[in-house]
């Protein structure tokens, strides 16, 4: 057969992630500072594990309801009542999936039809285009700026809205900017759903990780539960990333159809970690407030370091990235990046993996130790004097 023909052209034709590109050579070196990996470099708090490993001891090896454990979902929608203030029936309501990332797939496999139109914001989470087109939706991008601490604004929606739009996509706060909005802003694109009558998807995974203000959800402006799927998981708060939980809350009739995907792809979510799913959402508030504050304090520093070398960069309230502006030395940010990575060791992603509107951008990751930071930072300072010498 001909090696063309083996793989269905749309996966063909569909790009590495530009993060795993950066990261293959990455790979590659040794003694490397990386302000690179999305993820906590905390390990997920003990109690935790604990579950996880009691559950183990217990013998409880085998599937779960394909929905998601009953205790779990239970625990979510209490959780998601008392945290972001929508009720959810955790029978009908609630589905417990393989991280976000296959919420996000189910989600958009369920409610598009071919060629519909999602509008969703770059710079952007990078499985969110791939996912669209997948889909077999139309992707349409909306891309945020600098000036505006890259928010999401009601009048750059109205812009790029048409008849064919179906979908809302968002994810604040926002890998890679870490961009939030505020109460105003939500309403004021919950309104936007609601008067060109979108569906939402929402993706709140980094909801708990917000520095100046609490996290305004979507869900709990009025109206908006009707027409969103909310999505949130254990990865980044609770630093529980290789547990693989995530879910979504939405009305029965898009979750009972989201099901279908899940049971026929997935089965059941691990049920070790849906075990260990529950403690944190039960009991976990002190260890993510901990987390929180060590990434306030790492934030800050990065924030002040960047300011003492002369490189803009907006404060990022939310998440834990730093999205400093890069473009003004000459280099393109993939230029920028792999020369940092060989004349200093230090590993950031370019800002052009998260989409066109992060070029001249680099984003870089606070989830690693202060002492790491400090010698990113210091070594930072060395090649952007290189650049200006
Ligand atoms: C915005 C966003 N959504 C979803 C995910 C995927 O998370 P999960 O581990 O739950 O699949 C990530 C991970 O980096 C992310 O940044």
Redesign the pocket.
């Known amino acids: 057969m001909n090696p063309q023909s083996r793989v269905a052209k749309h996966v063909r034709d569909l790009p590495f992630s530009g993060i795993r590109t950066f990261f293959d050579i990455v790979a590659t070196r040794k003694d490397i500072i990386s302000l690179g990996v999305?993820?906590p470099d905390f390990d997920a708090p003990g109690a935790v594990r604990e579950a996880a490993i009691g559950s183990l001891e217990r013998g409880e090896t085998h599937y779960t309801s394909n929905r998601g454990d009953p205790g779990l979902r239970q625990s979510i929608a209490r959780y998601v009542s008392r945290e972001f203030g929508a009720d959810y029936d955790w029978e009908k309501e609630v589905l417990v999936?393989?991280?976000?990332?296959?919420?996000?797939d189910i989600a958009l496999r369920t409610i598009l039809n071919p060629g519909e139109e999602v509008l969703y914001h770059e710079p952007?989470?990078?499985?969110?285009r791939p996912s669209i087109l997948l889909a077999g939706g139309t992707p349409v991008c909306v891309e945020t700026r600098r000036e505006d601490e890259f928010r999401l604004t009601r009048p750059m929606l109205e812009q790029a809205v048409t008849p064919r739009t179906r979908v809302l996509m968002l994810?604040f706060p926002?890998?890679?900017t870490g961009a939030v909005l505020s109460r105003e802003d939500v309403e004021d694109i919950s309104d936007f759903c609601i008067r060109h009558d979108l569906l939402l998807l929402t993706?709140e995974?980094?909801a708990e990780l917000t520095y100046e203000r609490k996290h305004v959800s979507f869900i709990s402006v009025p109206g908006m539960r009707e027409r969103t799927i909310f999505?949130h998981?254990?990865?980044?708060a609770w630093a529980m990333?290789g547990f693989?939980?995530?879910y979504a809350c939405c009305p029965f009739d898009i979750s009972e159809n989201m099901m279908k995907l899940h049971q026929y792809a997935i089965m059941s979510a691990p049920t070790t970690g849906q075990r260990a799913a529950a403690e944190a959402l039960e009991h976990g508030e002190q260890a993510v407030a901990a987390m929180v504050a060590e990434y306030n304090r790492r934030r800050n520093y990065l924030i002040s370091a960047f300011e003492e070398m002369g490189v803009p960069c907006h404060t990022p309230a939310g998440?834990f990235y730093a999205f400093p502006y890069i473009g003004g030395f000459g280099l393109s940010s993939r230029d920028f990046a792999m020369r940092l990575l060989e004349t200093q060791n230090v590993a950031a992603v370019p800002g052009d993996a998260f989409g066109r509107s992060g070029i001249g951008f680099l984003r870089c990751a606070y989830a690693t130790s202060m002492g790491n930071l400090r010698e990113a930072m210091k070594r930072l300072s060395v090649f952007v004097g290189t650049l200006r010498s």
């Not at 952007?124 to 969110?128: A, K, N, T």
């Not at 998981?233 to 980044?236: H, N, R, V, W």
């Open positions: 999305g993820e999936t393989v991280g976000v990332s296959e919420a996000i952007c989470f990078v499985s969110y994810n926002c890998n890679p993706d995974i980094y999505l998981g254990m990865s980044k990333t693989r939980i995530g998440a």
